[in-house]
């Protein structure tokens, strides 16, 4: 497997005193699915948006399918961006827009100016667009309009959108934050599904640690910007995530109670060979 993304010594400073990240590095495969878990204003969202730079990174290297994303010029940047899907907390949509059209909005980086304000897509980009809604359960509401929706087929229509820009990986932002425990893992369903079946690289903040551990290849731990543990669910035990979470472990606490039996299951699953979700 080749490494698709690669961070060397990544800093991020906001202002002249917040030290959002320091020394960051680690390397993403191709294919991988991998949760960034932290306590609050750890840094992970910082990390995730440095690498589509929406923020500039203050110092250190980025690489994404062997280009340097730091010294890239404006139009290799938006070229790279169709590549990399974002999905956010809050879906980002357009509510008075309707599901199709929403996602359309994901061709818009591969358009110049005046097609996107026109809103021309061809015939493809709306069969394309159409097949991903249907593969995400999503074929009775393409004509709906987005305020419409509950927050679960939002986040679906938040997901198609970064699947037909046909992207190498999608950044997830706490994708399952503002959703209840069932829209939760249907959306965390899809986005494995969509790193082992189609192979793009999935990169996904989470509060959740169980969650993290269920569905990750690996799982990077932050804590005051700066990468704590790096490795795989099973190497995460209470002293890691003390290391992780600091003062803050509290707040995992019921995850904690959770996390001998989780592992347990993590372990037989791995035993039978295949992964436990
Ligand atoms: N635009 C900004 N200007 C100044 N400081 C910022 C900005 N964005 C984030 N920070 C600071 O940088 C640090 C990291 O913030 P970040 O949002 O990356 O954390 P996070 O791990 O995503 O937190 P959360 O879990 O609450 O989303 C925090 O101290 C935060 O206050
Ligand atoms: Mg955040």
Redesign the pocket.
Known sequence: MTMLLEFKQVSKQ??TD?R?LTDVNFAVKEGEFVSII??????????LRCINRMIDASSGEIQFNGTDILASKKSELKRLRTQMGMVFQHYNLVNRLSVIENVLHGRLGYKSTLEGILGIYSKEEKHQAYTILKTLGLEDQVYKRCDQLSGGQKQRVGIARALVQNPKMLLCD?PIASLDPNASKVIMDHLRNISTTMGITVIV?L?QVDTALKYSDRILG?NK?TIVYDGKPTGINREQLAKIYGSEIHEQQGELDELDELKDLIDLKELEGSHAR
């Open positions: 906001y202002g917040t959002a932290g306590p609050s204003g750890a840094g992970k969202s910082t990390l706490e903040n509060h932050v910007g």
